[in-house]
């Protein structure tokens, strides 16, 4: 079989797959519930994934390992099967059914965030971290279509927006939970656990924060799956796949609107997982404070500041779409990212502590606000059988760059360029500037967005499928 991709859509033919479902959506009350069920995965995602930064200093005391090994476990261990695996994983999004896959990746990230508890050395705790990755890779593809095929366009910025909060409150809670625990534990460096026996402290956090998420991963089965909608003309076909010829075909022609949709993004990612990695330890080596201090304060933070941004930010770009910006929801991540990086800039250049905390509140809702927009505007101009394939390439190219360059810049710069663990802060500062300087990326995007949404409203992606001689 060869194809040919084609703009048009009135073209007719008997073994034509209808573009769109003239079946009504599920009902709103069902449909929030299901947003509900994936934004407490998200926040038991978030909160696996996080905890790690905040055990760094007992860890590197205990397992002996520097900076820049540290940062190797806070971001490519993470990284490395969470992006290498998200392609593969959206193609069956696309394919199979949705929740089942989630129930399966909650599992494999709860289990292994669990393991990190077992690590005696370095390589131990990296491959647990891995195991993380590979589990939590999952999620994004899958929630991504779910809640567009749950939602029409005109709501799904803010059902989108409202799942993202889980990221902010998973997050917060990791911040929260994670001190409080920290510091209940911490008067007992060495607990003897029956037939695992002895375990430092933090290492019995790993276990307290993973496990119940497997509750969420029993949840996920109450999800039904939706009906596939907004799909793309398929002529000449009995079935709606669509090849990854066809799907890369797709891809190369927008490169303009996707290539610069990724990459601006990737000023969020860097600086958000920089932030996440060493923020904890810039306020403890450079103000004194205690784990449990800035846990708690950095978790009230991110989880308010989060929130905000997110519903505001799915607000806003339901609002200017829905007015006739037809960019609107770009234009949300663009506002969101101009207030995002002049605070991360400043926050760990500022005299005290408490105006870092001040400072951090306008950064979380900026980085909140395109957290929220920026999947759902990927959303809108991409067909359903291409959606989760889509999500996967964008949450491979920002996690690629933002866990990788994000925390392992500012560990190399501290390590390396400065040569002194007090330097975190100015090392943090330039990860953010530097990052920051291609927003104009984000600019450029605008005009090649328009262009994209334009097409998907006059449903006019179509492929042709002939016979080769």
């Not at 978030?46 to 806070?74: G, Y």
């Not at 019995?204 to 996920?220: D, K, Q, S, Y």
């Not at 105006?355 to 359903?384: D, E, Q, R």
Request: charged share 15%; glycine share 10%; with cysteine.
């Amino acid at each position: 079989m060869g194809h040919i991709l084609s703009p048009s859509r009135n073209i007719a033919d008997r073994n034509t797959n209808n573009f769109s479902s003239d079946q009504p959506y599920p009902s709103p009350i069902y449909a929030w519930y299901v947003v509900f069920v994936l934004m407490l995965a998200y926040v038991f995602a978030f909160l696996d994934r996080q905890i790690l930064a905040l055990l760094v200093q007992p860890i590197k005391q205990d397992l002996a390992i520097s900076d820049t090994e540290m940062s190797l476990v806070l971001g490519l261990a993470f990284a490395i099967f969470y992006t290498l695996l998200g392609i593969p994983i959206g193609r069956l999004t696309d394919r199979r059914r949705r929740r089942t896959i989630i129930g399966v990746g909650i599992t494999i990230w709860c289990v292994m965030t669990a393991a990190c508890g077992f690590a005696r050395n370095f390589g131990q705790l990296f491959l647990a971290r891995v195991g993380v990755g590979v589990g939590e890779a999952t999620l994004q593809p899958c929630a991504m279509s779910l809640l567009s095929d749950y939602f029409p366009r005109e709501l799904r910025g803010r059902a989108i927006s409202v799942y993202s909060m889980g990221l902010g409150v998973g997050a917060g809670l990791a911040l929260i939970l994670g001190g409080q625990i920290i510091a209940y534990v911490r008067e007992v460096p060495v607990i003897n656990v029956a037939i695992v026996g002895n375990m430092f402290s933090w290492q019995l956090v790993f276990l307290v924060i993973g496990l119940p998420g497997l509750l969420v991963a029993a949840l996920m089965f109450t999800v039904r799956e939706p009906q596939r909608r907004d799909k793309m003309h398929i002529i000449g076909s009995v079935d709606d796949k669509i090849s990854m010829a066809e799907v890369m075909s797709f891809l190369l022609k927008r490169w303009r609107t996707y290539g610069t949709h990724f990459l601006g993004l990737s000023i969020m990612a860097i600086i958000g997982n920089a932030y996440l990695a060493w923020i904890p330890t810039v306020f403890i080596r450079t103000w004194g404070w205690n784990i449990s201090e800035i846990s708690l304060w950095y978790g009230l933070v991110v989880s308010l500041g989060g929130v905000v941004g997110v519903i505001s930010g799915g607000w806003l770009g339901d609002n200017l779409y829905n007015r006739g910006v037809k960019d609107g929801h770009m234009r949300a991540v663009l506002i969101g990212t101009i207030v995002l990086v002049p605070a991360a800039v400043l926050v760990p250049l500022l005299p005290s502590p408490w105006l870092g905390l001040l400072l951090l509140i306008p950064h979380s809702i900026g980085s909140g606000i395109a957290t929220a927009c920026g999947p759902a505007a990927l959303m809108m101009v991409t067909p359903n059988q291409l959606r989760g394939q889509v999500a996967a390439v964008y949450w491979f190219v920002i996690s690629i760059l933002g866990l990788t360059i994000g925390p392992t810049a500012v560990a190399l710069i501290t390590d390396f360029a400065f040569g002194d663990e007090g330097a975190l802060r100015y090392a943090l500062a330039l990860v953010s500037a530097a990052t920051g300087s291609f927003v104009w990326l984000l600019f450029v995007n605008l005009k090649y967005y328009r262009a994209s949404i334009t097409e998907a409203e006059a449903e006019r992606w179509t492929v042709v499928k002939t016979a080769e001689a």
